[in-house]
């Protein structure tokens, strides 16, 4: 089951149902099957604060992600920042909506086993971000 709350900011407009079935069609291709994942969008002193408390990081994200996964069966929860998301959208030239996508998938991808933290490695997390946008192509996740 994946489910979707907030803390402190409004639900961001996506289709949960549609998203939810993008996020298992990309664990899928990695392998995987989807068991308890909890999204939780935040804003940024909230997301300073779970970075604070469980990590020892003092400084903002745009996701962390808890994993609790099991063989093949991804668990976790995934935090993410709706300010950060927003920040980087105009830092890099995207839509708020593309950004929020990517973010949102970049969780599920670590849950897959992809780390982006080594040499090389923010390479391939990009590349797997890509092709799990792709998946997303002319399906809309948005409410309008």
């Known amino acids: 089951m994946i489910t979707y709350n907030v803390d402190g900011v409004k639900m961001p407009k996506i289709k949960k149902r549609d998203t939810s079935a993008w ?21 940024d002193e909230k997301i300073l604060e779970v970075n604070n408390e469980y990590l020892g990081h003092d ?4 996701v962390i992600t808890f994993d ?24 890099f030239g995207k839509t708020y909506d593309d950004e929020l996508h990517r973010v949102i998938i970049h969780g599920i991808l670590h849950l ?15 590349e797997n971000e890509n092709k799990a946008l792709a998946l997303l192509e002319g399906a809309s996740i948005l409410k309008k």
């Open 23 to 43: 996020i298992r069609k990309v664990a899928a291709s990695h392998g995987r099957k989807v068991g308890e994942i909890g999204y939780m969008f935040v804003d």
């Open 59 to 62: 400084y903002y994200t745009d």
């Open 68 to 91: 609790y996964d099991e063989d093949d069966v991804i668990n976790g929860d995934i935090v993410i920042s709706l300010d950060t998301v927003r920040t980087n959208a105009e830092q």
């Open 112 to 126: 897959c086993g992809i780390n982006d933290k080594g040499p090389g490695e923010r390479e391939i997390m990009e």
